[in-house]
T-cell receptor, first 111, second 107 residues
């Protein structure tokens, strides 16, 4: 089946810890994206990658880091510098500039 | 003011009713996307529009580029249509999302 997978579905983190969210796609898409969703707000772009070994900051990149070593994978690390990390995180992929396909999301809760 | 505005924010309907959700935007776009998000959080793509009208089953989406406005209609609504409906506009590479319309259809 072609699609985007995110793991885990729920993730708990202690304050001060880094945590990495996984995103994998087998759609052969060049571009991948990370979004954050908070209650009552639209999705906001954290980072995006147009192509392997390249990525750019989105609107709310502070406290996050990414890597794009493989076309299929775009992991997001939520660092301890992110002051309010509790949110729903969505990964997407697309041919560059075209319709984006979304993963099922990871809900991160800081304890 | 948000660049993408949706109305209403919340909507409750009785099963069988005709439903309209509106989206207005203030930026130049290459396309507009209607998305559906169920309580579990996963997002499903409904329509991608750059002009005119599209229909899929009981769902109809229209866009008026000159007026910078799109509508999503659901005919003969059903409780399984209960979800959050999100309008997103696509610029050069980036989506700008509306805050969503929370729809609840009662049996």
């Amino acid at each position: 089946d072609g699609g985007i997978t995110q793991s885990p579905k729920y993730l708990f983190r202690k304050e001060g810890q880094n945590v990495t969210l996984s995103c994998e796609q087998n759609l052969n898409h060049d571009a991948m994206y990370w979004y954050r969703q908070d209650p009552g707000q639209g999705l906001r772009l954290i980072y995006y990658s147009q192509i392997v070994n390249d990525f750019q900051k989105g609107d709310i990149a502070e406290g996050y880091s990414v890597s794009r070593e493989k076309k299929e994978s775009f992991p997001l690390t939520v660092t301890s510098a992110q002051k309010n990390p509790t949110a729903f995180y969505l990964c997407a992929s697309s041919p560059w500039g075209e319709t984006q396909y979304f993963g099922p999301g990871t809900r991160l809760l800081v304890l | 003011k948000n660049e993408v505005e949706q109305s209403p924010q919340n909507l409750t309907a009785q099963e069988g009713e005709f439903i309209t959700i509106n989206c207005s935007y203030s930026v130049g776009i290459s396309a507009l996307h209607w998305l559906q998000q169920h309580p579990g959080g996963g997002i499903v793509s409904l329509f991608m529009l750059s002009s005119g009208k599209k229909k899929h089953g009981r769902l109809i989406a229209t866009i008026n580029i000159q007026e910078k406005h799109s509508s999503l209609h659901i005919t003969a609504s059903h409780p399984r249509d209960s979800a959050v409906y999100i309008c997103a506009v696509l610029g050069t590479y980036k989506y700008i999302f509306g805050t969503g319309t929370r729809l609840k259809v009662l049996a």
